[in-house]
């Protein structure tokens, strides 16, 4: 099982990101490998608490962590370890350089071809499309590639030329004291190359902003908070690198008639005191569409519930379904007229001295029993 990543960086899960970041930086001076050489343990540990941080110190990411855990980032590209999940466009370089470019010197650069961002989109779907599965095009604002220049950010098909500032090395080097700091160069990003005629559509970055239409299909049996992953959906990458992922969150709108729990389905029906009395049939509808027959027995009580197997939701990548369960709401009549109200009194009459109201028999009978220890 994962580990928390609060824990790992042995913060609380509602501390500021300035804690976050002070925690990141003394856990990752104490078990840096410069600092423990040969030392596997440490360095597992310092894997470990980079992942950590470079979840929570970006704010939708660690919504998504507090919200749903690590199966927010569960099959999403390639899982790094401790089972986090950062696709190919890992930020542990970045991480690395924030670092180290302050305190110690980082021994990577970062690549210019950055992976695209990856989105989140919220769809609210009914209790039906659940259950039956459906199909529904969504528009996403987001960053698509070039169309000018093919996502090379050069204009005309203009090759890249070595960075002047780094001559081409993609990192910088400057000696503090006893340490040679290295960073990445601030002018390639630490490509080596830069484009000497960026395009004019997209100023250089290979990228443009654009809606896109996407059709999704929504299988059936999801349920409330389910995640859909569409590969390369996500942001272009800068200047022709891979996209990133959109990630589809499902929410389900409450339902008029229907409560779910799972794959359960549960359904208040009303009926009247003569048909709770003297037993009877009702007819009820099901979530697809058509209608259940109910057998009532005389006697029904208030909150008692009716079985119908294979009467619920659809499972997920699975055949079966789940059952239904009508309960029963006994409804006391209202409204009555002086016949009703004579026929009930006279009903009251003839019952005298006979048992047909078992609950309240037992209830007053215990309420007796209560008074009666009180008094002795």
């Not at 208040?268 to 058509?290: C, H, K, Y």
Request: aromatic residues 8%; contains cysteine; charged residues 25%.
């Amino acid at each position: 099982m994962a580990k928390d990543l609060y824990e790992i960086l042995g913060a609380e899960r509602n501390a500021s990101a300035d804690d976050l970041k002070k925690a990141f930086r003394n856990l990752a001076k104490e078990h840096h490998p410069d600092r423990n050489p040969g030392d596997e343990e440490a360095e597992h540990r310092f894997k470990e608490i980079n992942l950590a941080y470079e979840i929570l110190k970006d704010p939708e990411k660690r919504a998504a962590y507090d919200r749903y855990g690590h199966a927010a980032f569960d099959n999403s590209g390639g899982a790094g370890a401790g089972g986090f999940d950062f696709g190919s466009g890992s930020g542990f370089a970045d991480i690395f350089d924030e670092m180290f470019g302050e305190f110690m010197g980082g021994r990577r650069g970062r690549g210019g071809n950055q992976r695209g961002s990856d989105l989140r989109y919220n769809l609210e779907i009914s209790l039906e499309d659940a259950f039956k599965g459906r199909s529904t095009e969504i528009r996403v604002p987001t960053s698509v590639t070039c169309d000018s220049c093919d996502g090379s950010g050069a204009e005309g098909g203009a090759q890249p030329v070595s960075c002047p500032t780094c001559n081409g090395a993609g990192k910088m080097r400057s000696q503090q004291g006893f340490f040679t700091v290295e960073r990445t160069c601030p002018s390639c990003r630490g490509a080596g190359q830069v484009i000497d005629k960026p395009c004019q559509n997209c100023s250089g970055s290979g990228r443009t902003q654009k809606e896109k239409a996407l059709s999704v299909k929504i299988p059936p049996g999801v349920e409330d908070g389910t995640r859909i992953r569409l590969s390369g959906e996500g942001e272009a990458g800068l200047n022709g690198a891979p996209a990133g992922d959109l990630y589809i969150f499902l929410s389900l709108t409450p339902h008029r008639l229907f409560q779910r729990d799972q794959a359960d389905i549960f359904c208040n029906v009303p009926m009247s005191m003569t048909s709770a009395a003297l037993g009877g049939v009702v007819e009820v509808p099901t979530i697809d569409g058509g209608k259940a027959k109910v057998n009532v027995p005389p006697g029904t009580q208030t909150g008692q519930q009716f079985r119908l197997r294979n009467k619920g939701m659809s499972v997920l990548n699975a055949r079966q379904r789940g059952d239904m369960y009508v309960e029963a709401r006994i409804e006391t009549p209202v409204n009555l007229s002086r016949k009703q109200r004579e026929l009930l009194q006279e009903f009251e009459t003839a019952g005298a001295g006979r048992s047909f109201s078992p609950e309240s028999e037992g209830f007053f009978s215990k309420v007796k029993e209560f008074w009666d220890d009180l008094t002795e």
